[in-house]
């Protein structure tokens, strides 16, 4: 049974040009330019010999237009989303008839309604599709059954009342499809085609490398008005700019907006750059550091990481996905006395809540260890829930959760990096660093995502370590 009006609306965004306001951007959601994450949306129901449960005479049509009514309601949450097959079904012959459909979706979505719908329910879990099952109470017997599928299936499950866990469902589906669609483009000198390779292979991601004759070219093409407009936003801004010289300011601006025509041309996601490496001194010394165009590009919704760290780079694509919001790349530092960890680094990010939330307040700093460039000195949220992790190799995923107990940002701070977020882990910090691993860089980003996270790595295929416990 096919069923008519499945398909959300999409409210896009502005068209992309350069020298916008950051949130102008042709994205159809953080972290993903063209294309909408697909979902197959499957109503498992209808008569069988045994559905008597939760009632024989129940209307599925009333139950379909019941759902139809929550997703309305979570309408925001799903405007990348289309929905490619949105079907009821209740025999495995009928899911059957949907197998050739469902070949390029990101995800199934099965919405339980009835008992006696085991078979059918088999059959979708047999194509081996990242699939959610939501199960309201009263939805039939099948549940007894989840616990044991979870564990052999790529499957994950959630039994509630609460209708807006549909939202949360299809994160890790959106994740997925970032993932298969990024395309990050890397500005260095330095050999990257083995983990370019992996990153292809498993998850799709593309990862080209952006000489450097070609980025000044798209430097120089900048015209000054668009230079002195972006200039203009970033000091009218800031709270503050205490170190850098107005032209140090300048040049970052036309290397920021030099960065958002590269990813336009190459209908890239994310750029990063080798900056205290291979483009130290022909790029950042002689031309720009490229840290406003990072935070800039965080900014907008679409990603920017440091120091050419590519492991960050499929992270933040993973969290974005998740969370629709950026990340903060940090080197941390332990403090036992206050179960804490301290993250830090030059470059924040302004927009943490994501592309369309309120700006962060920032001073305009130069980056504490080299004391040259530019860079965003942002004041993070205390309070704010986070959660930090790291994509290692292909198949493991160190992380943990924690709380912002201080976000020491005053000049007077004149250790460590700029932007500073103190975190309360939850678990133990001694535990944290004794069980750390995988190199030093990590991505945090706002919220508690570890559920959504856990469920995308089990898709994935992927070991998540809590190094706080």
């Given at each position: 049974m096919t069923l008519a009006g499945g398909a959300l609306c999409f409210a896009g965004r502005s068209a992309f040009t350069f020298a916008a306001d950051s949130t102008g951007s042709k994205i159809i959601s953080p972290g993903?330019?063209?294309?909408?994450?697909?979902?197959?949306?499957?109503?498992?129901?209808?008569?069988?010999d045994f559905s008597l449960w939760p009632k024989?005479?129940?209307?599925?049509?009333?139950?379909?237009?019941?759902?139809?009514?929550?997703?309305?309601?979570?309408?925001?949450?799903?405007?990348?989303?289309?929905?490619?097959?949105?079907?009821?079904?209740?025999?495995?012959?009928?899911?059957?008839?949907?197998?050739?459909?469902?070949?390029?979706?990101?995800?199934?979505?099965?919405?339980?309604?009835?008992?006696?719908?085991?078979?059918?329910?088999?059959?979708?879990v047999r194509w081996g599709k990242p699939t959610f099952i939501f199960a309201a109470p009263y939805s039939g017997h099948e549940w007894t059954e989840f616990g044991s599928m979870r564990k052999k299936a790529n499957v994950e499950c959630?039994?509630?009342?609460?209708?807006?866990?549909?939202?949360?469902?299809?994160?890790?589906?959106?994740?997925?499809?970032?993932?298969?669609?990024?395309?990050?483009?890397?500005?260095?000198?330095?050999?990257?085609?083995?983990?370019?390779?992996?990153?292809?292979?498993?998850?799709g991601t593309q990862i080209q490398m952006i000489p450097l004759d070609r980025m000044l070219k798209l430097y120089d093409s900048i015209p000054d008005a668009d230079v002195k407009a972006e200039a203009d936003r970033w000091l009218k801004g800031a709270e503050k700019v205490v170190e850098p010289p107005?032209?140090?300011?300048?040049?970052?601006?036309?290397?920021?907006?030099a960065f958002e025509k590269l990813l336009d041309e190459e209908n890239a996601t994310v750029m990063t750059v080798d900056c205290y490496g291979?483009?130290?001194?022909?790029?950042?010394?002689?031309?720009?550091?490229?840290?406003?165009?990072?935070?800039?590009?965080?900014?907008?919704?679409?990603?920017?990481?440091?120091?050419?760290?590519?492991?960050?780079?499929?992270?933040?694509?993973?969290?974005q996905g998740l969370s629709g919001k950026p990340g903060f790349i940090s080197d941390p530092t332990v403090d036992e006395s206050t179960n804490s960890i301290i993250l830090a680094h030059c470059l924040g990010s302004r927009k943490m809540d994501g592309p369309d939330g309120q700006m962060a307040p920032y001073k305009?700093?130069?980056?504490?260890?080299?004391?040259?460039?530019?860079?965003?000195?942002?004041?993070?949220?205390?309070?704010?829930?986070?959660?930090?992790?790291?994509?290692?190799?292909?198949?493991?995923?160190?992380?943990?959760?924690?709380?912002?107990?201080?976000?020491?940002?005053?000049?007077?701070?004149d250790r460590g990096c700029r932007t500073k977020i103190t975190v309360k882990v939850d678990g133990d910090a001694e535990k944290l660093w004794q069980n750390w691993s995988n190199g030093l860089h990590r991505v945090t980003c706002y919220g508690d995502v570890s559920k959504d996270l856990r469920r995308f790595c089990k898709y994935k295929n992927i070991k998540m370590v809590n190094e706080a416990v």
């Open positions: 993903c330019r063209t294309s909408k994450v697909k979902v197959a949306r499957i109503y498992l129901g209808g008569k069988t024989p005479n129940l209307d599925f049509k009333e139950e379909i237009r019941s759902y139809e009514s929550q997703f309305a309601k979570l309408a925001p949450q799903f405007s990348d989303v289309d929905w490619a097959v949105n079907e009821l079904v209740a025999t495995p012959s009928a899911a059957a008839a949907l197998r050739d459909k469902i070949a390029d979706v990101d995800g199934i979505l099965v919405i339980h309604l009835n008992m006696g719908v085991a078979s059918a329910l088999n059959e979708i959630i039994l509630t009342a609460d209708y807006s866990q549909l939202g949360p469902a299809v994160r890790p589906f959106r994740a997925i499809h970032h993932l298969k669609n990024a395309k990050i483009c890397n500005l260095t000198t330095t050999d990257f085609t083995d983990y370019a390779a992996q990153m292809k292979d498993k998850f107005e032209d140090e300011i300048v040049k970052s601006c036309r290397l920021a907006l291979s483009m130290y001194k022909p790029l950042c010394k002689t031309y720009a550091f490229p840290c406003f165009g990072i935070t800039r590009l965080n900014d907008m919704g679409l990603a920017g990481v440091c120091e050419s760290d590519l492991r960050c780079a499929m992270t933040q694509i993973i969290l305009i700093r130069t980056i504490m260890e080299r004391q040259e460039g530019a860079v965003a000195q942002v004041q993070m949220r205390k309070g704010q829930r986070v959660t930090q992790a790291i994509l290692a190799g292909t198949d493991l995923m160190p992380y943990f959760t924690g709380e912002i107990i201080d976000a020491p940002v005053g000049i007077e701070v």
